[in-house]
């Protein structure tokens, strides 16, 4: 079988570390690909299998790919394949589900945390000479806010959501979760389902884990986020495409918003022009939430299981 990663550049692990794919087959790693379709086919022509983590594999590329079997995500996320064309092409594709569930939890709230203590600013104040020119004891550049008490809304509820919101509710948060079907509920103190509407009117802070889908693209909009609390902060560790930039933008710079964190945006690599640059009170990181090396590894490992069972006869994880 000829395996071709399209991506690998972006898992970051040096070659011989993907010794449990080349021990499957004829493994070629391409550091980077290109999204257009020329490059797409200079790099998965000829392969049986196509791993890739974010070049997208859509109908023009599945159909000039006849040897193609199988596309293995290097992710949860799959919103990059051309799930029906793949269908129809007779192409199996497969993820990696919760491999980065703990990673990303942990990002989410560190997030969280960075906005009610900004403890990035008060460091380079000190360093910057602040403290030692203080008059008093202690100072605060920013009211800190205490997570005890609040109301936080988690918008998807899936493993992620459920990991970040026990770490809050251990924090004295009171939790809120919309969900399109509610499964059995944690045995919280407090803890309800809400609406959507009910949700965004009520949280104080709003944390999205919910994948990104045709039907909700752009919904975090000018209209969405004035049903907001005002001064209400706004997290997203899932999908940039779930939110208008501008909008969020325009809220943090009218106050209607007192914060917002994002570790992904809606284009990747950021753009220059993007509007959340510079935005007041807004915390970017990029995209690393699912980054921590114990993460990546388990990322690996699936990715490896999910193409021995498909050789194997038995294709698991399979999504679509």
């Known amino acids: ?178 969900v399109r079907t509610p499964r059995e509920a944690p045995d919280w103190e407090g803890f309800s389902w809400v609406t959507q509407d009910e949700l965004f009117a009520t949280s104080d802070i709003i944390s999205l884990h919910c994948p990104q889908t045709p039907e909700n693209t752009g919904f975090i909009n000018a209209e969405r986020i004035a049903g907001m609390k005002s001064g209400a902060m706004l997290i997203n560790t899932a999908r940039g495409g779930l939110v208008n930039e501008q909008a969020l933008a325009n809220a943090l710079r009218s106050g209607q918003l007192a914060g917002a964190a994002v570790d992904v945006v809606a284009t990747e690599p950021m753009a220059e022009e993007n509007p959340l640059l510079g935005a007041p009170n807004c915390i970017i990181t990029p995209h690393i939430a699912w980054a921590s090396r114990p993460s990546r590894c388990r990322l690996l490992e699936v990715s490896a299981a999910n193409l021995a069972a498909f050789f194997d006869g038995r294709p698991q994880n399979v999504v679509g």
């Open 1 to 178: 079988m000829n395996i071709s990663v399209l991506d690998a550049e972006t898992v970051g692990f040096d070659d011989s570390e993907w010794a449990s794919l080349s021990d499957l087959g004829e493994l070629t790693l391409h550091p980077a690909t290109g999204h257009s379709l020329n490059h797409v086919l200079a790099h998965a022509d000829g392969a049986d299998v196509v791993l890739t983590n974010k070049v997208p594999l859509r109908a023009d590329a599945l159909a000039a790919l006849p040897n193609l079997k199988l596309i293995s995500v290097l992710a949860t996320g799959y919103n990059i394949i051309d799930l029906e064309a793949a269908k129809k092409s007779g192409v199996t594709v497969c993820n990696v589900p919760a491999y980065s569930s703990a990673s990303a939890a942990q990002h989410a709230v560190a997030l969280i945390l960075e906005l009610c203590n900004n403890c990035g600013l008060h460091s380079e104040s000190v360093h910057a000479g602040d403290w030692t020119r203080s008059p008093h004891f202690c100072y605060w550049k920013k009211p800190l806010v205490e997570l005890t008490g609040l109301t936080i809304g988690m918008f998807g509820f899936g493993d992620i959501g459920r990991r970040t919101a026990a770490i809050l509710h251990a924090m004295g948060a009171r939790i809120q979760a919309c």
